[in-house]
């Protein structure tokens, strides 16, 4: 069984900054393209950031120059910065893997994590 949990999130004030990891466990061969993608209320999953095990990144175009995703291979984890935090921003923040297993290249998600931005 494969395990995608998230940590971080929680309460920020405008303006302030997150920092989100997920970390990816169970038995599998390797991960390929890991990354975070975000829901509002009564919005869509939206693309925030992926970057492959090869460390290409790709970006939202509406968060490049707030946001930065990295991943540590050999720990199996993958996190995110998030600058300049708006009201905006609040949203339930997935993990998202692209795992290689015996059965071939599955896609997993976390559980998701609050991150509501307040003062």
């Known amino acids: 069984q494969i395990h995608v949990v998230e940590s971080g999130g929680g309460l920020v004030p405008p303006g302030g900054s997150l920092r989100l990891t997920c970390a990816a466990s169970?038995?599998?061969?390797?991960?390929?393209?890991m990354g975070w993608f975000r829901q509002s209320p009564g919005g869509q999953r939206e693309l925030i950031a992926t970057?492959?095990?090869?460390?290409?990144?790709n970006y939202a175009d509406s968060l490049k120059g707030r946001v930065a995703i990295s991943r540590d291979n050999p720990k199996n984890t993958v996190s995110l910065v998030m600058n300049a935090l708006t009201p905006a921003d609040t949203a339930v923040y997935y993990c998202?893997?692209?795992?290689?297993?015996?059965?071939?290249?599955?896609?997993?998600w976390g559980q998701g994590t609050q991150v509501t931005v307040s003062s």
């Open positions: 169970g038995d599998f061969i390797s991960i390929l393209n």
């Open positions: 998202y893997c692209r795992i290689r297993e015996r059965a071939g290249a599955l896609d997993h």
């Open positions: 970057i492959t095990d090869g460390g290409a990144i």
